[in-house]
């Protein structure tokens, strides 16, 4: 901090731009938002300098010099729009299209390849061979996600690094020399937790997921940015969707967080969005067990049993179990709601997991740290202990509960005899599971991938997630569920606007107070104090 | 194209009228010489189509009874009207790829002819099928099946875009 990084100027073209001093000068062309073509290198593995497509003119220099391996200096002069230049990326691109197989109608990188995007802006329009194109292997199962297509490869070694660098698994190599180089797999099979992200360093289709393999060409997605869902390092994503469905989750850059990383078991999490399980409508207790029905009939049903609980238990022998699935805005409404009703407890249950030291971290839901900043829950292991506790010695009679984490604790047996014996449950969940069958109300829940909010990751970080997919007409996300209950109860008649919710939200005091809704970016904004 | 790319429009608007300006007189012509039946007494008399004549577009059926469709999905992004819907699936065989579903909504196409100028394996070809229409709007929805058309049965046309689009 105390010793700012000079920046350096340098002309590229007649056009001046400032870098950091020790920049490369490929990075600095690229932050300067030039349009210069190159494959091998990548802003977070270390510089390879294999595919020679970066090379530029340098006054002083006597050749072409690769810009990726060049480091700026002040009063530097490139020349990009040059002639020797421009033959010189014809001819690289010439050269790797030379045993490219035509692959483009059934490769699942068609249309974000970068050897179709150079091609057709930078190479020659028609192939001058004659010769037949070299046979390699194809569908290749090198790994338990991956699938590698050898003649697809270009050799740029990213994927290499990757796995040296990034993974430290050292799966990946290159055998063999010059033109008969080609990249397999060694003495063990590319199975590691991050081992999907090489398809999305492989700068053409050569390492496909199985995961999206033929299964939705690329022109066809949407992409919305988000935050992965799946634990509490909030790694950002992009989800792709289209005809209503998510087709992958992919990384998206933040260095704050995830670099351009993430796990595998956070890309492949998210087929419990369109799980045809998930519950369509509420359901409310009847004679015959749980049975349908209409939003407006369920929420003044479960507005009901809470008020005729209440008079009869005393709204202290109720409590609440948080979910650390729903956004901040949701869960402060969650705390309003019951502030509202004079509820006696609120406790949070996380499911928790394996963790390493890369991304991956133990708590397996993105937003219980917001939960815990909310001042919704306290303690070690966020008041649950003693809810269980209080729920037996029959001090709480009633629970709502949000979220099926309480089923995940792995206190099967406990859990199981206290919700039999509650005078009330309410859940709120995804799908309809055997034990939320003595529930009075159970409210469909909504994913991370339907609605808009924040999650505050593990470091405190709070992050915006994005709406990739409608919800049914009529159907309330968990925030106004909330909301309506509340306002059933307490003769309110709030909305669920997330600028106003967060405005409340942040009022002094408040460990968000600081932070403005419209200051949170793509990057998200840290908590004060982390 | 010559005749589209007159620079005066004015010009162009005349040259137009002047077709129907001549069939007008050229049919007063005929009438006046005693003809009185100026139809084409559709389906007993048919007219005989040019080459060009873009019908329904089918899928082309190889010797094996293959789909050549690949399921790239270039026809399905570059038709004006939306009206094609692929789902792609993996086989065994050498191509990798082939529709498990291909839809056409007949009732939407506007034999455009755009898809089959996108497809890179000349898997979709403008048939001289016109005669589709259908008792319902379900009718109108042609699955995979109902638009395979082997490959020999639409030489004219694959003839005609060998011949006149750079390939
Ligand atoms: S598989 Fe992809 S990332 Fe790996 S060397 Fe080949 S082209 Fe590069
Ligand atoms: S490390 Fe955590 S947040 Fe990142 S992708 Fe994996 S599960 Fe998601
Ligand atoms: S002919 Fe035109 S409208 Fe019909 S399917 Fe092809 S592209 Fe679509
Ligand atoms: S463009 Fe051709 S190969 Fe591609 S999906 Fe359409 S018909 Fe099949
Ligand atoms: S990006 Fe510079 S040599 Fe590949």
Redesign the interface.
């Known amino acids: 901090m105390s010793n700012p990084v000079k920046t350096v100027k340098v002309t590229v073209d007649n056009q001046v731009i400032e870098a950091p001093e020790g920049a490369t000068l490929l990075q600095a062309m690229l932050d300067a938002g030039l349009d210069i073509p190159h494959y091998c290198y990548h802003p977070k593995l270390s510089i390879d300098g294999s595919c020679r497509l970066c090379q530029v003119k340098i006054d002083g220099m006597p050749k072409l010099q690769i810009s990726c391996n060049t480091q700026v200096r002040d009063g530097m002069v490139v020349h990009v729009a040059d002639p020797e230049v421009e033959m010189t990326r014809k001819g690289v691109l010439e050269l790797l299209l030379l045993n490219h197989p035509l692959d483009?109608?059934?490769c699942d990188k068609?249309g974000e390849c970068w050897l179709q995007n150079f091609s057709m802006r930078f190479g020659a329009r028609h192939a001058r061979t004659i010769d037949t194109r070299r046979k390699r292997g194809?569908?290749l199962d090198i790994g338990e996600q991956i699938l590698l297509d050898q003649e697809r490869c270009i050799l740029c070694r990213r994927c290499v690094r990757f796995c040296r660098e990034i993974s430290k698994s050292n799966e990946l190599f290159i055998f063999g020399n010059g033109d008969q180089s080609v990249l397999d797999i060694y003495d063990q099979r590319l199975d590691n937790d991050y081992s999907m992200n090489v398809a999305d360093v492989c700068p053409v289709g050569a390492l496909e997921t199985k995961d999206f393999?033929?299964?939705?060409?690329v022109?066809?997605l949407e992409d919305t940015a988000s935050v992965c869902p799946s634990c509490s390092n909030g790694c950002n994503i992009m989800i792709s969707s289209a005809r209503g469905k998510i087709w992958r989750l992919t990384p998206r850059r933040n260095d704050a967080v995830n670099d351009t990383w993430m796990c595998d078991a956070g890309r492949l999490n998210y087929k419990f969005v369109g799980d045809p399980a998930r519950l369509r409508a509420p359901m409310v207790a009847g004679e015959g067990g749980p049975a349908e029905a209409g939003w407006d009939e369920a929420l003044k049903r479960a507005a009901g049993a809470i008020a005729d609980f209440v008079k009869r238990n005393g709204a202290r022998t109720l409590g609440a179990i948080a979910s650390p699935h729903l956004t901040n805005e949701e869960n402060f409404r969650f705390g309003e709601m019951l502030r509202a009703i004079g509820a006696g407890r609120i406790a949070m249950a996380v499911p928790r997991g394996r963790q390493d030291d890369l991304l991956i971290k133990a708590e397996k839901a993105a937003n219980a740290r917001g939960v815990r900043e909310l001042g919704l829950v306290s303690g070690e292991d966020d008041g649950l202990e003693a809810m269980l506790r209080a729920c037996e010695a029959d001090e709480i009679r009633g629970l709502y509960v949000c979220g099926g984490d309480l089923l995940e604790i792995g206190q099967k047996e406990r859990v199981d005899a206290i919700l039999g014996k509650l005078d009330l449950l309410i859940v709120q969940d995804l799908t309809m599971r055997p034990r939320h069958g003595r529930a009075a109300v159970t409210l469909p829940a909504t994913t991370f991938a339907e609605k808009e909010g924040t999650f505050t990751n593990h470091a405190g970080r709070v992050q915006r997630i994005g709406r990739a997919i409608a919800t049914p007409p009529g159907w309330r996300t968990d925030g106004e569920i909330f909301t309506a209950l509340m306002n059933e109860l307490s003769d309110r008649t709030e909305q669920f606007e997330l600028a106003a919710v967060w405005a409340a939200m942040t009022r002094d005091g408040s460990r968000f107070a600081g932070v403005a809704f419209d200051s949170i970016g793509p990057e998200g904004a840290p908590v004060a104090g982390a | 194209m010559a005749t589209f790319s007159s620079a005066n429009p004015w010009i162009a608007i005349l040259k137009g009228l002047w077709v129907s300006i001549r069939h007008f007189f050229g049919n007063l012509g005929l009438f006046l010489r005693g003809r009185q039946d100026f139809a084409i007494h559709f389906p007993e008399q048919r007219l005989v189509q040019p080459p060009a004549l873009r019908g329904m577009p089918v899928l082309a059926q190889m010797a094996d009874g293959k789909e050549r469709c690949v399921a790239c999905g270039l026809c399905e992004w570059a038709c004006p009207t939306s009206c094609i819907t692929i789902y792609p699936a993996e086989t065994a065989d050498e191509v990798e790829r082939y529709p498990e579903i291909f839809d056409i909504d007949m009732s939407r196409c506007m034999f455009c002819g755009l898809c089959e100028e996108a497809c890179p394996e000349e898997a979709i070809i403008m048939s001289r099928q016109i005669e589709i229409a259908s008792y319902s709007r379900r009718g109108s929805l042609w699955h995979k099946a109902d638009l395979l058309v082997p490959v020999n049965q639409l030489k004219t046309r694959t003839d005609y875009l060998r011949r006149n689009y750079e390939r």
């Open positions: 483009c109608p059934i068609a194809k569908r393999h033929h299964r939705m060409r022109w066809f």
